[in-house]
Every structure is written in structure tokens, then in C-alpha cells.
């Protein structure tokens, strides 16, 4: 049956604000940095009045000449690492809270404050955990861990500093991803469970064989997004250690804000380039988890 004009006119009419606002601050912006990752074009030229130069690959042949970026490359694929760990905890206690207990509203609201946390409060109140005078430093004093002279710099420490920051990336994202995996819990029919049950299934069978396959949906979409969140990771690090010490902690985002705002080069076309390379492997990544998680019935037997 045809749709009449009438009606395909007055859609797209309801439409068309949301478009635009699409078209102008993330189409266009896409399509033009995408465009600028092959050209020349920095401050000087900004400031002479020079549209940027066609350089071609140019500017990727120079990040993989440049350590610093294939440093900063390697950290960001490294900071992978706080995904597995993230999604399993988040999950867990996901399944931990859905219950009816009495008072268990407070729990869950209690995990989701880190997210609505801002992240340059958050920095204070770690730094304050991570120095050497800090809750840490205190803790493992108290327990015996450390001589009671220890005072040990986590964010000065090149061996610690970057599993420091990943700490405060998890705290930061359990609570979101922990109310993902309520919902798709949530969203599972309380009939499934009870006839397990009365089938003798262990609890751990009824996770494995029901819970895990009707969340795989969920699971897929929080996987990507724990991906991405963390090859963009910026905020954590900049307010943290922004990239030190001895750039163990500098990741392929913070090298992109650097060329494109830091210093007196103002390298755009450079920072494009690299932002096209970390999407890029953003967009293997995800194929990757695609090809794991959205899988047809029949593989998943």
C-alpha cells in the first residue's frame, strides 16, 4: 500500500530540526576532519588565510614515523584491557541487585553515582586516594602490606600511573553499565526461570544457558561501547597525570588534542589523521565483537 505524500511530507517535516542539527554538529564535522586528515593545514596557515593542501597519505606516513604516536597507539589499545573486567563486574552485579530486597533502590542508585560524577571532581578526590600521603598509601600501612615510611606515588609512578587511571575509568563506567545489563535483565520472563528451576537446573546453569543467551544483545551493545569509551579515553588522563609520567599514560586521543590545541603548531590536519586511525580501529573492534556476540542461533547450540 503507496503512503500517501501528504503523510511522507508532513514525516519528514517532524523530522527535518532533528536533520538538520544532525547534518550541521556531526555530518558535516565528520566529513570535513575526515577530508582535513589528508591535508596540510595548521595554524600558520589559519592565520594567513589558506585553505588546506592536498598532501595525500602524507600525514599518515608521519604518525608512523612518530613514537610518540605509536606510544600513545599501543597505550589506548592497552587500556582494552579495563573492558573484560568492566563488563564481567558490571554484569555480575547487575544480576546481584535484581531482586526484590527490601532497600535495594538505594544500592543501585548508589553504584550510578560515580557516572554522574564530573570527571574533574572525581580527579580530585583520587589524587587525594593515589598520593603518597593518601587513603592507598594508608591502607596498605594498615594492613601490613608497606613499611609504615612508605609513601608511594601511584600517579608518579611509571609502572603504576596507568593502572591507576584504568581504575578510575572502571569506577567510572560500573554504574552505567551495571543499570544496561538491569534492563536487559529485567526484560527476561520470570517464566523461564521458574521452569529451570523445576527442571533442577543450578543457578549457574539457569546464568549460563538462559540469562547469558537472551542478554547477548545487551552484552554486544555494552562491549562496544566500553570499546569505543576506551580507545577515546581523555578526561581521566588530561585531569590525572595528562599523559605522564614519561608518557606511560599518554593515549591516542590525548596525542590528537595536543596537535590539534596544544602548543604553537596547531597541527589539524596531523590530528585528523590520527582521529581517522584510532576510528579505524575502533571499527575493526567492533566488527571483532560483532562476529562474537551477534551470531546466529544455530552457532550459539
Known sequence: MRVPWRTTLLSY??????????????????????????TEYNGARFAQGLDPRWVGTANFEKLLADPLFLTALKNSVKYLLVVPALQLAALAVAVLVNKQLPGMAIFRAGYYVPVV????????????????EGTLNWLLRSLGLTSPEAQ???????AWAFWAVMLVTFWRGFGYYMVLYLAGLQTIPEELEEAAVLDGASAW?????????????????????????????????????????LNSTYTALMYVYAKAFQGFDFDYGLASAAGLVV???ALILS????????RPEEDQA
Open 13 to 38: 517535516t517532524f523530522l527535518a530540526p532533528a536533520l538538520i542539527l544532525l547534518a550541521v554538529f556531526t555530518f558535516y564535522p565528520l566529513l570535513y576532519g575526515s577530508y582535513l586528515g589528508f
Open 117 to 132: 560524577t564530573s570527571v574533574s571532581l572525581a580527579a580530585v578526590m583520587w589524587e587525594w586516594v593515589f598520593n603518597r
Open 152 to 158: 608511594f606515588g601511584w600517579l608518579n609512578s611509571e
Open 205 to 245: 546453569q539457569r546464568f549460563w544457558k538462559i540469562t547469558v543467551p537472551l542478554m547477548r544483545p545487551t552484552i554486544l551493545l555494552c562491549t562496544l561501547l566500553s570499546t569505543i569509551a576506551a580507545l577515546r579515553v581523555l578526561e581521566e588522563v588530561l585531569v590525572l597525570t595528562n599523559g605522564g609520567p
Open 279 to 281: 576510528a579505524a580501529v
Open 287 to 294: 566488527f571483532v565483537n560483532f562476529k562474537l556476540f551477534n
